[in-house]
């Protein structure tokens, strides 16, 4: 190694990445078969030289990224390399890695097996000395990779030159005929040959016995890249499509027929034509033919299974991944429509036979003829209901919300690989079963019937299936929908209206979506939800134009979004909470100004007469004071301790007038509509709220219980029973504040007992005109239905309700037998047998203190009678 090596001192140089000028290439190669013989010294057994150097050299590779430096090279060969300079050892770096960086893993393959060594350093793509250093491995991974990106045409022009260029299909060509055909076939493209390379080829594919000539079937496994598992077997499907014998034989004919270019990803993209696709398909395989029998013309009309294998090991390097290999296959070749015999067979199953007489022989020779009367027996199989059948689908899918919801929109529009909005049997039962939906041979054919497209037999209307599943929309839900497009600024009357989605998101307040107010959903989650939902939606459906949400977007969204809801209530609800959407229009038509009002609706309106308490000040005194002895006026008004008659000025005595029956001091005249009157407002407040959340079966319990302890059935209530009553109720009123409400409804009366009635028509309240206009038109609805004039039957209000449209079962809050068992409780309670209109009034009062909110009291006279709302959205 001393003899080799010199050890003695070096004359300093600069690095460079260039290789060392003072260094011959015999000499380099002498340095690298040193560090090499070291190698082999300290391999392991069972370990493979390459495999142990490249493990030396990712110990300095700390970032995993499979590229070393010179400084990392250096330390990584130190242990084979201590004897010699760092100039020598940046020279052997030089010659691998003249850019700088080396990739250590070809390194180890091309140091152990000599390739540099053998041809020296100065071998270029472009001869001229300069450049990156190639070997033969990556000669050919440089034409693999220009000739596949020419699809499946630049391999078998390949294939073809060097079928012309063997016309006694000797497969093995010289060395000149090889250099010409490659070199002419790579000439003026983006992968040039240099004849430095192509000896490279020559050397490493001639042959043994015969070194003069090249085996280029060898030369062609070596461009072919092995199909994987997954590409073997999808290869293997599309055969035996093709051979339905299983002879191992196909017609030309029969395949160029089963190739469906319809659902190429190139033509279902609009990228390239049908037509082109498929004579680029008959050109390659019959040229592939044709190569391996080594004929220039396609001789026969049969493909062998040998055949067809070797034209996809051909292309298969023209696909980047097994999935895309798998897909297109999956689709030309019709592998997931392939008949599924189970499901088939059920058209050829033997109807029942039974009642059918059975024939007996006349003779030897003659069946006795038939003489009694042929009968029609049924399908076995039950009537179909489609729309019981899709309502069954969309609970299905209404489980996954509305992500699922907008996920089977997508899948049954991906299941149209061909672009044409038509589904045949097997792409609608491939979409099926991806979205877990089933259907029985009945009702598929049923949906077919009904979604069938005219033009083209067997297949059906995407869009017109998806409609029949979502099952439309109900004119109340999509008047509500072309409100909430309306309160964005939208026209639902122009088709060109638009909104920009900044506004659609701004709009959308997912913090009162019922499911926030009751702590079972996350604000932000809903949020997104419906950002990534109505994208998604629009991307399938092609919709928001120019980046525009238009009416259309906006119903097509709601459409599926509808499908999740039962009831018109629950959706009429969540929309006018989710939009903020105004009720100021009512739930029907709203009356115009100023047009006379129904002479069913006679309520007396009563004016609050103003308290003696909203303004603090006190009135102004013009009697006798002590600066003035000015007698008072007679018609005085304002006596503070007054408790006599008033002297007129005739001397006669008489009641006072425009004087307060009750000094204002005392406070004992209470104005309840008055909001700066008194604590007993607030006390009020609370009551109502606590009997709000116990519904009207807490109204009708409080009213029970005052009632049951009014012992002279004079409408009063004493004090100590008035505690048994709070105490027994359980409504949370504090002592104070119970003591402020006995007070405020016992002054005036001379027993010392509580008015509860007056206390209970306080806590009810009046009725705002909104709400009273939309009674008078439940009140008119059940007049119109039964007949009679001026009353409503308890029985038809209560037979009329639907508990499962009321806002406490659409929120979930209660079940709705409970709710109706309430209802009808109540009806019977307050209403009774007959409910004029004074006393239906009174009850819906009772109903609005119950359902403080707008939108739920608005369903309570409308969707929970079958009534059903019209507004300017209509």
């Known amino acids: 190694l001393k003899e ?3 050890c003695g001192p070096v004359e300093e140089r600069p690095f460079s990445f260039g290789m060392d000028p003072g260094i011959t290439d015999d000499e380099l190669n002498q340095l690298e078969e040193v560090i090499l013989s070291k190698v082999q010294q300290k391999t392991p057994p069972r370990m ?4 142990y150097i490249a493990k030396a050299f990712r110990f300095q590779d700390l970032g995993s990224v499979g590229w070393v430096d010179f400084p990392q090279f250096k330390k990584a060969l130190l242990p084979f390399a201590s004897a010699i ?11 691998y890695a003249p850019n700088g960086n080396l990739n250590y893993k070809n390194f180890a393959i091309e140091f152990i097996a000599g390739t540099r060594r053998q041809r020296g350093n100065n071998q270029f793509p472009n001869g001229s000395g300069e450049g990156h250093w190639e070997s033969v491995e990556d000669t050919l991974m440089r034409m693999k990779s220009y000739i596949y990106s020419q699809g499946p045409s630049g391999i078998m022009r390949l294939a073809t030159a060097f079928r012309d260029a063997d016309p006694q299909n000797t497969r093995a060509l010289s060395f000149d005929t090889f250099h010409m055909v490659l070199y002419d076939f790579f000439s003026g493209t983006e992968c040039p040959l240099q004849d430095e390379s192509i000896e490279q080829i020559m050397h490493t594919f001639r042959q043994t016995y015969v070194p003069n000539q090249v085996a280029y079937d060898e030369f ?5 890249e092995e199909p994987s598992p997954a590409r073997r077997a999808a290869i293997r499907a599309a055969f035996r499509r093709l051979d339905a014998h299983s002879e191992g034989l196909v017609e030309m004919q029969h395949i160029l027929k089963c190739f469906n270019t319809t659902r190429h990803p190139e033509v279902s993209d609009g990228i390239r034509d049908g037509e082109e696709v498929l004579s680029e398909f008959a050109e390659t395989l019959k040229d592939l033919v044709s190569f391996r029998r080594g004929h220039r013309s396609y001789p026969t009309n049969v493909v062998a299974w040998e055949e067809f294998e070797d034209y996809y090991k051909f292309t298969s390097g023209c696909y980047p991944s097994d999935d895309f290999f798998c897909g297109v296959l999956h ?11 189970s499901i088939e067979a059920r058209a050829h199953v033997v109807k029942p036979a039974a009642g059918v007489p059975p024939k007996s022989r006349a003779d ?3 069946w006795q003829s038939n003489t009694l009367p042929t009968h029609q027996h049924k399908d076995a199989e039950p009537a179909v209901r489609l729309d019981e059948v899709m309502m069954r689908a969309r609970h299905l899918i209404a489980k996954g919300g509305i992500r699922a919801a907008i996920e089977v929109v997508r899948i049954f529009y991906a299941a149209d690989d061909d672009v044409d909005d038509l589904l045949d049997i097997y792409e609608f039962r491939h979409a099926c079963e991806s979205c877990r939906l089933s259907f029985r041979h009945v009702e598929e054919s049923c949906i077919f019937e009904a979604c069938a497209a005219r033009e083209t037999g067997g297949k059906i209307h995407v869009a017109r299936f998806l409609k029949l599943l979502h099952g439309g929309l109900s004119p109340s839900r999509f008047a509500v929908i072309c409100k909430a497009f309306a309160s964005m600024g939208g026209d639902p009357t122009d088709e060109a209206s638009t909104i920009s989605p900044a506004i659609l998101k701004e709009s959308f307040n997912a913090e009162a979506h019922p499911q926030v107010a009751k702590g079972q959903a996350d604000a932000g989650a809903l949020m997104t939800e419906f950002l990534d939902s109505f994208s998604l939606l629009a991307h399938v459906r092609g919709g928001c134009q120019d980046g525009m949400v238009s009416l259309s977007d906006f119903i097509s969204y709601y459409e599926v979004v509808s499908s999740l809801y039962d009831s018109d209530a629950a959706f009429d609800l969540t929309m006018t909470r989710l939009w903020s959407l105004p009720e100021d229009d009512g739930p029907i038509s709203a009356r115009p100004p100023g047009s006379p009002r129904s002479p069913k609706r006679q309520v007396q309106q009563y004016e609050a007469p103003t308290s003696p308490m909203k303004e603090r000040r006190p009135p102004m005194h013009e009697g006798p004071t002590v600066y003035t002895t000015t007698a008072q006026p007679g018609d005085q008004s304002h006596r503070r301790f007054a408790r006599k008659e008033v002297p007129a000025e005739d001397g006669t005595m008489r009641p006072m007038t425009g004087v307060s029956g009750v000094s204002p001091i005392t406070k004992s005249t209470i104005f309840f509509n008055d909001a700066d009157s008194s604590h007993i407002g607030s006390v009020l407040a609370h009551l109502r709220k606590a009997l709000a959340l116990r519904g009207l079966k807490g109204w009708r319990a409080l009213a029970e219980r005052f009632h049951n302890y009014d012992n002279r059935k004079n409408g009063g209530i004493m004090r100590l029973d008035y505690d048994r009553v709070q105490k027994a109720s359980g409504l949370g009123l504090s002592p104070e504040e119970r003591e402020t409400l ?15 009635e007056a206390c209970l028509r306080s806590v009810k309240g009046t009725l705002p005109e909104n709400r009273q206009v939309q009674v008078e038109m439940l009140f008119e609805a059940f007049q119109e239905a039964s007949g009679n004039t001026g009353t409503v039957a308890g029985v038809d209000l209560k037979a009329s309700f639907d508990p499962a449209s009321t806002p406490s079962c659409v929120l979930g809050r209660k079940e709705a037998q409970q709710i109706h068992q309430e209802f009808c409780d109540a009806v019977d309670y307050f209403g009774g047998a007959v409910l004029d209109f004074e006393a239906f009034l009174d009850f819906f009062t009772i109903v609005s203190a119950v359902h403080p909110e707008e939108d739920e009291f608005r369903l309570m006279v409308t969707t929970a009678f079958g009534l059903r709302r019209r507004d300017g959205a209509d």
Request: glycine residues 4%; aromatic residues 12%; proline residues 2%.
């Open 85 to 95: 300079s760092d100039q020598d050892l940046h020279s052997i770096f030089s010659r």
């Open 742 to 756: 006995f007070k405020a409804f016992s002054a005036g009366r001379r027993d010392g007992a509580m008015d509860y």
């Open 364 to 366: 030897l020779h003659h």
């Open 4 to 6: 080799q090596v010199s």
């Open 220 to 224: 062609f496994l070596a461009l072919k």
């Open 331 to 341: 689709r030309v070749w019709d592998l997931d429509k392939t008949p599924d015999m």
């Open 48 to 51: 493979n030289e390459d495999t």
